[in-house]
């Protein structure tokens, strides 16, 4: 499974950014997707998850800001980031765990594939 994140970049606070993530090796229908990010000095962090049967969670930080959405047929994940803030300058990743159907899997460690992320800069 590889799976190959894009849309990273440099924007103002208040703008908007939209990630996508494509997956290769297997169909992405039966297993949840998740973004995550990390900051210089911090550990990793769940910003979004979306489940195999759709269900999404958030981290309190993006909630209201953020969407992830996925497209099966194009075996595609996006993270739609709106109101920026200086805080979410982070390394953003994809990633999705080694075995199906599983729900609300928000930890690092229920991941087994990631991809190699990308960088978002938000000025103030």
């Known amino acids: 499974v590889q799976l190959q994140a894009s849309g990273g970049g440099f924007v103002q606070a208040g703008g908007s950014l939209r990630l996508s993530c494509a997956a290769s090796?297997?169909?992405?229908?039966?297993?949840?997707m998740g973004w995550f990010r990390q900051a210089p000095g911090k550990e990793r962090e769940v910003v979004a998850v979306?489940?195999?049967?759709?269900?999404?969670t958030y981290a309190d930080s993006v909630k209201g800001r953020f969407t992830i959405s996925r497209d099966n047929a194009k075996n595609m994940v996006y993270l739609q980031m709106n109101s920026l803030k200086p805080e979410d300058t982070a390394v953003y990743y994809c990633?999705?765990?080694?075995?199906?159907?599983?729900?609300?899997?928000?930890?690092?460690?229920?991941?087994?594939?990631w991809g190699q992320g990308t960088l978002v800069t938000v000025s103030s």
């Open positions: 990633a999705t765990p080694v075995t199906p159907y599983g729900l609300r899997l928000v930890a690092v460690d229920d991941y087994g594939y």
């Open positions: 090796g297997r169909t992405i229908s039966s297993y949840a």
């Open positions: 979306i489940d195999w049967s759709d269900g999404r």
